[in-house]
């Protein structure tokens, strides 16, 4: 499986912005999906998960009520939209493919990974 994440960019406070990440084939029907973020010098963390159906999602506390999370099985494309964006939002974006069929904010579960894009927000 190969994911290719894309829709980063340059916001501002406040601005929003839409990821997205295609699947080169089928994931999996019973797979659930999932964000991470990595900043410079921190390590990779959850941002959002998807349940496999997706009827089930996760969010960071730190994202709740601004992202949200949806997938496309259809044309097998996960989304984030971020809305209300904030300086601390500034990373790379890293999309997953989780070995758990529920929506999962370990780090461990998750076993497929795209590139990555990076989202940048100014004050």
């Known amino acids: 499986v190969q994911l290719q994440a894309s829709g980063g960019g340059l916001a501002q406070t406040g601005d929003s912005l839409r990821l997205s990440c295609a699947a080169s084939k089928r994931t999996g029907s019973n797979n659930a999906l999932g964000w991470f973020r990595q900043a410079p010098g921190k390590e990779r963390e959850f941002v959002a998960s998807v349940g496999w159906r997706g009827l089930t999602t996760s969010y960071a506390d730190s994202v709740k009520g601004r992202f949200t999370i949806s997938r496309d099985s259809a044309s097998d494309t996960l989304y984030l939209q971020m809305d209300s964006l904030k300086p601390e939002d500034t990373a790379v974006y890293y999309c997953?493919?989780?070995?758990?069929?529920?929506?999962?904010?370990?780090?461990?579960?998750?076993?497929?990974w795209g590139q990555g894009t990076q989202v940048t927000v100014s004050s």
């Open positions: 997953g493919v989780s070995r758990s069929s529920t929506a999962t904010s370990r780090l461990e579960y998750y076993r497929y």
